[in-house]
């Protein structure tokens, strides 16, 4: 696909992560959209890490990454993701990507690739008693493309984003453990206002850093279940953590991010959830 802007409707999720190669460790994203929003984190991030791959020698796959968010983009403007290829050891990878739009960072990732191995294989947690995705009612994921989600009753815990749910890609995905480790990071940034604070502070909007650590592969063009948990706000800061597993109760990654939370501005309200 060409660099051009494209009807939101239009796009999928794999023209998202579409990367036009412009020299060695070079990218730049090729999907636009002609909008007033934002750029999703989830988004460069997914495009950050799949840049990050093309680096690594055959075989290997993501096993963790930590990103920052430095500056807000903009989903109408082509961003450029720049690869450091900072080491490659016997089994393991390390990448850096820096994302610039208009001549700014607004975005870095670290990234650590390793050779798939058989090892110990041990659940310490078991799998929640939730219903299956195919009982529950379809919700609907704001500008998330080709996504589908299930969001079964929020029993304990009263957040003002749904912080249990089941989610897969609505398209068909290719048999690359790479291009679902990507999705598994576009999913992985939906609920950045997941805590609800009494007293005034509201998430403001913004996330500042994201880690994942991938442990098992996944196909996220099936069903895998987000189980996200509120933790602390202060100093301004909101963070949660979270899982992502399997529909056989195998955890897929865990994450952790942490979000701006300010109190209103008077006479101008922070962004609704």
Known sequence: MSLESAPIASATLLDLLELEQIDRDLHRSVVLFDEPFSLYGGQVAAQALYAAGRAVPPGRLPHSLHCYYLRGGSAARPVLFRVDRDRDGR??????????????????????????????????????????????????????????????????????????FWARSAIELPDSPLVHACVLTYLSD???????????????????????????????????????LPRTVAGGRGLYTGT?????????????????????????PLPKI
């Open 190 to 228: 939906t609920s950045s206002g997941l805590v609800d604070v009494p007293g005034g502070a509201q998430w403001a909007g913004s996330t500042l850093d994201h880690t994942v650590w991938f442990h098992r592969p996944a196909r996220l063009d099936e069903w895998v279940l987000v189980d996200l």
């Open 244 to 268: 992502v597993r399997r529909a056989d109760g195998a955890t897929v990654a865990t994450l952790a991010q942490e979000s701006l939370f300010r109190e209103p501005p008077p006479g101008r």
């Open 91 to 164: 089994s393991y990878s390390a990448r850096r990507v820096t994302a610039l739009q208009d001549g700014e960072v607004i975005f870095t990732m670290s990234a650590s690739f390793a050779t798939p191995r058989r090892d110990a294989d041990h659940e310490v947690e078991p799998m929640p008693d939730i219903a299956a995705p195919e009982l529950l009612p379809e919700w609907e994921f704001e500008r998330m493309w080709s996504m589908q989600a299930r969001v079964p009753p929020q029993r304990t815990r009263s957040t003002p984003w749904p912080s249990r």
